[in-house]
């Protein structure tokens, strides 16, 4: 188990820091990864860690943690649970399948692009039987396709186009009134 002074010095926090943590499990409730059936408690992996009882990588929150903050944006205290978790993978050596596909994104594209991290980890998700909430991901992801150019008035030279429709009649009036 790795010392809770290494893994408090890698998140950038103190040993007391993790004892402000109310116990109250909002985190847990707010936890994207629940919505993979998968019991995950971010408060209880941070009790973990302040008790320095045994941890491993395939604890639900380590192995599974998407790093979005949720947790960090619904807590009294604003715990960055997020940086205890990379800290916890970087001592035991785990990298988890999001992690791997968001670094990925970054360094093909520049950013995150959501439907690239969610093509990266979709082995992933089949193997582990997620499968069936990837449609319910992809509500959430905003896919940034371009809007349709042709026939949309664009493309033509000294055509108007307002607010994505030709311009009206009055529209046209009004420009031209002195």
Request: glycine residues 6%; charged residues 25%.
């Amino acid at each position: 188990m790795p010392k809770i002074e290494a893994l408090a010095e890698l998140a950038g926090y103190r040993r007391e820091d993790f004892s402000v943590c109310l116990g109250c499990k909002i985190c847990g409730s707010v936890c994207t990864i629940n919505d993979l059936s998968v019991s995950a408690n971010p408060q209880e992996l941070l009790m973990k860690v302040f008790l320095q009882k045994e941890l491993k990588g395939d604890d639900p929150v380590v192995a599974n943690c998407t790093n979005c903050y949720n947790c960090t944006e619904a807590c009294p205290w604003k715990i960055r649970i997020p940086e205890v978790v990379r800290a916890l993978r970087k001592e035991l050596a785990v990298e988890s399948p999001f992690e791997k596909a968001f670094k990925a994104s970054v360094a093909l594209l520049g950013r995150v692009y959501e439907p690239y991290v969610l093509l990266r980890a979709l082995p992933f998700l089949v193997k582990e039987g997620y499968l069936a909430y990837v449609t319910r991901w992809t509500e959430y992801i905003t896919f940034h396709l371009p809007h349709k150019v042709k026939g949309a008035g664009l493309s033509q030279p000294g055509k108007e186009v307002i607010a994505g429709r030709e311009p009206k009649a009055r529209d046209r009036k009004a420009k031209r009134a002195p």
